[in-house]
């Protein structure tokens, strides 16, 4: 990957080291290795700033809620699924069986209490 220029350190092990690399999960002495690397191979350089962005990326998608308008049609689509298949699913305790709008229905379903172990 360095085009031609020998690298101390291998391209094949900063890329299979990189997201530990990138989760500063690595000794100090390892890290130097790393970044001397990067600073003369730009191809692995770009691979390490590729998974950056992926992995920020991802965080920041799974820190975002779906908009209410969305879940709500989730629902409505969850309980269709019930409608249509009985009451085969089990009611317990935190979970009740739900008659009414769609408005009763998803008001229950956000406000019904923790499953215990959830």
Partial sequence: MSGG???????????????VFIDNE???????????????CAPCLHEV?????????????CAERAPMQL?????????????????SYPVGP??????GSQAEWTQQFNTRPEMPGA
């Fill in 5 to 19: 220029n020998p690298h101390d350190v291998d391209c094949q092990e900063i890329l299979e080291r990189v997201y």
């Fill in 94 to 99: 935190g979970w009740a069986r739900v008659e």
């Fill in 49 to 61: 700033d590729h998974e950056r962005m992926v992995k920020a990326l991802i965080a920041r998608s």
């Fill in 26 to 40: 690595l000794e100090d002495a390892d890290c130097q290795r790393i970044r001397a690397h990067l600073a003369e």
């Fill in 71 to 87: 879940r709500e049609r989730v629902l409505v689509s969850i309980r269709e699924a019930q409608v249509s298949f009985g009451s």
